[in-house]
């Protein structure tokens, strides 16, 4: 079956530093890969979309790589900051359109 | 409205009750999904409707759920005889394509549905 999972322990890091999430994903051939922020109360808002034929993604502080060799993709935040405390969800297509989401990491930064 | 529209925002109600949950997409997007988000859980895909084509109602979990979408905008979500196991966050998302595409999907804010 398809699956998609993310890290289920909270990732705590000291403001400044880069904070790296994981996205592993088993029996899916995606042609492309989204990142989603979940703010408490709130419902996720899309961050970034890497496809198939990229390593890597940039904007601005936010950096996603996709390697489909080893079904993994890694979501890094740079200089972070408390404001980027959340939910960071990891998304692939199911079947052309609705989305199959892994359950989330939650990210803490702290001052 | 700008964004993607859920009413109401929290919904408190009884074992065996109906409830409705409307969700008011983007203006000029042709996809709507709902999904359902229990705690501590991924979301859960529930019904997919594109432009004027039957809607994919795979993820509907029992025939207690129902959904439409009017007019090719609004959504209704309809929850017939309410179960506890029913109490989640359910989440309405749209987007502008449907199959294929970059189909970056667009949320509200959710409903959180308690059942006591």
């Known amino acids: 079956s398809q699956k998609i999972e993310q890290n289920s322990e909270a990732l705590n890091i000291q403001e400044g530093k880069t904070a790296t999430l994981t996205c592993n994903y088993t029996?899916?051939?995606?042609?492309?890969l989204q990142w989603y922020r979940q703010d408490p109360g709130r419902g996720p808002v899309f961050l970034l979309l890497i496809r198939e034929n990229e390593k890597e993604k940039r904007k601005e502080r936010l950096k996603v790589t996709f390697d489909t060799t080893l079904k993994q993709s890694l979501f890094h935040i740079t200089a972070s900051q408390p404001a980027d405390s959340a939910t960071y969800l990891c998304?692939?297509?199911?079947?052309?359109?609705?989305?199959?989401f892994g359950k989330g990491t939650s990210l803490l930064v702290t001052p | 409205g700008a964004g993607v529209s859920q009413s109401p925002s929290n919904k408190v109600t009884e074992k065996g009750k109906d409830v409705e949950l409307r969700c008011d997409p983007i203006?000029?997007?042709?996809?709507l999904y709902w999904y359902r988000q229990s705690l501590g859980q991924g979301l859960e895909f529930l019904i997919y409707?594109?432009?004027?084509?039957?809607?994919?109602k795979s993820g509907l979990p029992s025939d207690r759920f129902s959904a439409e979408r009017t007019g090719g905008s609004v959504s209704t979500l309809t929850i017939q005889r309410t179960q506890q196991e029913d109490s989640a966050v359910y989440l309405c998302?749209?987007?502008?394509?449907?199959?294929?595409?970059?189909?970056?999907?667009?949320f509200g804010a959710g409903t959180r549905l308690s059942v006591l």
């Open positions: 203006s000029g997007h042709t996809a």
């Open positions: 998302a749209s987007s502008l394509a449907g199959t294929g595409g970059q189909n970056i999907q667009y």
């Open positions: 998304a692939l297509l199911a079947s052309g359109y609705a989305l199959n």
């Open positions: 029996n899916y051939s995606p042609a492309y």
């Open positions: 409707f594109q432009g004027n084509s039957a809607p994919d």
